[in-house]
T-cell receptor
Framework: DGGITQSPKYLFRKEGQNVTLSCEQNLNHDAMYWYRQDPGQGLRLIYYSQIVNDFQKGDIAEGYSVSREKKESFPLTVTSAQKNPTAFYLC?????????????FGQGTRLTVV | AQTVTQSQPEMSVQEAETVTLSCTYDTSENNYYLFWYKQPPSRQMILVIRQEAYKQQNATENRFSVNFQKAAKSFSLKISDSQLGDTAMYFCAFMTYSGGGADGLTFGKGTHLIIQP
């Protein structure tokens, strides 16, 4: 089945550690996105990539890093510089064309700092 | 800066009633796309309906329809004959394009819709 897979579903991190969230899609989509969701805040864009080997900062990129070495994969690293990393993280993808604008979402990763 | 405002943090209606969720947005772009997404307790984001800004006709999908007022930058969602399964967070969002590709979706803060039996 085509779709977006995020792993793990739950992740615990000690303070001061980096952690990487996985996002893989088999929809052949060019564009991929990472969002952070906090209660009462909606979804806020962290990073997005329109094409392989290229990505842009979103509204809250500080303390995060990404890579886009393959079309199918867009991992997000939460670094120790992120002061409040506990949140729900959603990955999404879209074809990137104006004809097919719908973004498809993964099931999310809940990150907790312990 | 592009913003999306949902002024109703929570709404509650009886099953089978009609409910309208409001959304306003601000952008300097002329070409963009508007969306309503639903997030049930499972937290899976599900597309409800989509509207192209260049189309004057309001989009409809079964019990869901929108009232798109481009000049007023308003994009409300109407749910007819509401069902218990419609209980969820609803997010208004829009997307622009730059450099030949899609920019990220900009979301509102959401409206928690509760359908009462």
């Amino acid at each position: 089945d085509g779709g977006i897979t995020q792993s793990p579903k739950y992740l615990f991190r000690k303070e001061g550690q980096n952690v990487t969230l996985s996002c893989e899609q088999n929809l052949n989509h060019d564009a991929m996105y990472w969002y952070r969701q906090d209660p009462g805040q909606g979804l806020r864009l962290i990073y997005y990539s329109q094409i392989v080997n290229d990505f842009q900062k979103g509204d809250i990129a500080e303390g995060y890093s990404v890579s886009r070495e393959k079309k199918e994969s867009f991992p997000l690293t939460v670094t120790s510089a992120q002061k409040n990393p506990t949140a729900f993280y959603l990955c999404a993808s879209s074809s990137g064309t104006k004809r097919n604008t719908e973004a498809f979402f993964g099931q999310g990763t809940r990150l907790t700092v312990v | 800066a592009q913003t999306v405002t949902q002024s109703q943090p929570e709404m509650s209606v009886q099953e089978a009633e009609t409910v309208t969720l409001s959304c306003t947005y601000d952008t300097s772009e002329n070409n963009y796309y508007l969306f309503w997404y639903k997030q049930p307790p499972s937290r899976q984001m599900i597309l409800v309906i989509r509207q192209e800004a260049y189309k004057q006709q309001n989009a409809t999908e079964n019990r869901f329809s929108v009232n798109f007022q481009k000049a007023a930058k308003s994009f409300s969602l109407k749910i007819s004959d509401s069902q218990l399964g419609d209980t969820a967070m609803y997010f208004c969002a829009f997307m622009t394009y730059s450099g030949g590709g899609a920019d990220g979706l900009t979301f509102g803060k959401g409206t928690h819709l509760i359908i009462q039996p």
